[in-house]
């Protein structure tokens, strides 16, 4: 491990040392994930893990999450929010995920408040500011930390210090709400966001791990790893009528394969 990615930990360590009690917006990936298991190893039980669940996040991130709470045997509080409630949010305008990030954590902050927690932290790394990521506008004036972000850490240094300090076997691809598969502009429903998730749910069911179904209305577009293609195409059979049957009239295959935030790029 170079020489670089060991200071920004130690900057992490240092960071996390001068807080006396903390929680963390615990969503199961990767950045949280890590964060949380080294703020448990310096703060102990001072530190406690709160998950926001509604329906644009699929029960098997909730199970996740509650499996690796466990694990690390670290206080876990799940909260329930309402998006149809949010109508910034519902209505899918550019700067929806600063809606949707303000409303988590104003739910989560006051869960870290019953629970006498001196600070709030969420798991945004240094990689996060070079996408668009409206959200962080919203952590930043609520006040919420993000240790990884200070320090500095990048993706890519997380995935190297999870391996070094033994929770290789946690950290999973990233999946993101399921509102990210959906086009700003086009208003985001129970019915959309069940299609996508049932759909995403049939190409696991053919061996896909990562699948992401983009909702162009009457067009699925698939994205998932090349290395998947071959999977796509020997079950597309299958996959088209199960589709059409979500109500899609239209199923394609994105050649350019799976990538973060592909619906951004048009902004």
Do not use: W
């Not at 963390?24 to 190893?41: H, M, N, P, Q, R």
């Not at 993000?146 to 290789?168: N, Q």
């Amino acid at each position: 491990m170079n020489s670089t990615i060991v200071k920004k930990f130690d900057k992490l360590t240092r960071i996390l040392k001068l807080m006396n009690s903390a929680a963390i917006g615990f969503s199961g990936g990767a950045d949280s994930t890590f964060l949380l298991k080294v703020a448990s190893e310096i703060l102990g039980k001072k530190v406690l893990a709160i998950t926001v669940n509604f329906a644009l996040i699929k029960k098997c991130e909730i199970d996740l999450v509650q499996d690796i709470a466990k694990d690390f045997k670290i206080k876990h509080i799940i909260i329930d929010i309402d998006f149809e409630q949010i109508s910034e949010l519902r209505d899918n305008k550019t700067n929806r995920c600063y809606y949707c990030k303000r409303e988590m954590f104003k739910k989560i902050i006051a869960i870290a408040k019953e629970e006498n927690k001196d600070f709030v932290l969420d798991g945004s790394n240094f990689d996060d500011l070079k996408d668009f990521r409206p959200g962080i506008k919203a952590l930043k004036e609520l006040g919420v930390r993000s240790p990884l972000l200070e320090a500095g850490l990048t993706k890519h240094d997380i995935e190297i210090l999870a391996e070094k300090i033994g929770i290789k076997n946690y950290i999973r691809s990233p999946s993101a709400c399921l509102a990210s598969r959906i086009p700003y502009g086009i208003k985001i429903t129970m019915e959309n966001i069940k299609s996508i998730e049932k759909a995403e749910r049939l190409l696991n069911s053919v061996g896909i791990k990562n699948p992401h179904v983009r909702y162009h209305k009457d067009i699925a577009r698939i994205e998932v790893a090349k290395k998947d293609f071959q999977i796509i195409l020997k079950n597309a059979n299958q996959i088209v009528e199960k589709f059409k049957n979500l109500g899609f009239n239209y199923v394609t295959l994105d050649l350019e394969g799976y990538r973060t935030g592909s619906l951004n790029e048009v902004l």
